[in-house]
């Protein structure tokens, strides 16, 4: 299955957690690419099967990447 996984991160726990998800899906034969929302933008998501998206939050926030994305 083809999966994206997007996040938004201030200081990286997002993107430890967003590559832990990662390693599980691979193990399970999942083919999977993770984003940094803020480094690269997503315009197509028709390839994917599955997407995951993850933010950090503060003050009930999520970063303005995720939210966009
Ligand atoms: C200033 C500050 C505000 C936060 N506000 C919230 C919040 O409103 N709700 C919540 O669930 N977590 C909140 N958190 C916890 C963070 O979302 C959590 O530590 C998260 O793992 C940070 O992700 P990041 O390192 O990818 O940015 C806050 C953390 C900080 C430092």
């Known amino acids: 299955m083809k999966t994206l996984i997007v996040?938004?991160?201030?200081?990286?726990?997002?993107?430890?957690t967003s590559e832990e998800i990662e390693k599980v899906l691979q193990g399970e034969g999942f083919d999977v690419k993770v984003v940094n929302?803020?480094?690269?933008?997503i315009k197509d998501i028709f390839p994917y099967d599955l997407i995951v998206v993850g933010s950090g939050i503060q003050m009930c926030k999520w970063t303005g990447e995720s939210?966009?994305?």
């Open 7 to 16: 996040y938004g991160t201030r200081y990286g726990a997002t993107a430890g």
């Open 67 to 69: 939210e966009d994305f």
């Open 37 to 41: 929302a803020k480094e690269e933008k």
